[in-house]
């Protein structure tokens, strides 16, 4: 997989150290905030190498952690939306992918399900990350699980007598009359 990092620099400035170290120190946290944004690898790493150009030229303010761990996560996540709007743009453009495929949810709806329901971010953040009200966070996670409840899941799992059975976990129905006769006799 070709990697999307620029060149890196020879003569790297103090604060871009320090802002790698932060990254460094946080980068389980921050590589899965990330992951669950942009839900791709290669994403992944463009999302980084962003935030850390961004984080070049914000100053770096040693002497209270919080505020550069604060500082950090919120570059990160601008960055992740960031990413996401430019690969939504780049896919508008190839006629070949469906921008709403099954399983699929729209990107400002997932992201801001992923940020509300998953990563907790309260909702004026959300809204400040989207460029949208707070009334309209609320709307978009409403539409991200009303898309993600149209398909349900089922999982499939062999019985002793290697017969396959589904079972739709809405319902706890299984959909094999097999696996019934198998657990009777």
């Known amino acids: 997989m070709a990697t999307s990092f620029g060149p890196v620099s020879r003569n790297p400035t103090p604060s871009t150290t320090l802002w790698g170290i932060v990254l460094l120190e946080h980068l389980d946290e921050f590589a899965t ?3 669950y944004l ?3 690898g290669k994403l992944v ?3 980084f190498s962003r935030t850390l150009a961004k984080l070049d030229t914000i100053p770096f303010e040693a002497s209270i952690p919080a505020l550069t761990y604060s500082q950090a996560r919120d570059v990160l996540i601008a960055q992740a939306i960031a990413v996401v709007s430019d ?11 469906e921008p709403n495929s099954i399983g699929r949810v729209p990107d ?4 801001a399900f992923m940020l509300k329901l998953i990563i907790r971010s309260p909702e004026p953040e959300i ?5 949208v009200s707070p009334h309209e966070v609320q709307a978009l996670v409403e539409y991200a699980i009303d898309r993600l409840s149209v398909a349900s899941p089922v999982a ?3 019985t002793p007598h290697h017969v396959w059975v589904s079972y739709a976990f809405e319902t706890r129905l299984e959909s094999s009359t097999v696996a019934t006769t198998n657990f009777i006799s």
């Open 127 to 131: 809204a400040r990350y989207l460029s």
């Open 108 to 111: 400002f709806a997932r992201l």
């Open 156 to 158: 499939a799992m062999r």
């Open 87 to 97: 690969m939504r743009i780049e896919e508008s453009k190839d006629w070949s992918v």
């Open 45 to 47: 790493e463009d999302t």
């Open 38 to 40: 942009v839900a791709d």
């Open 33 to 35: 905030l990330a992951w």
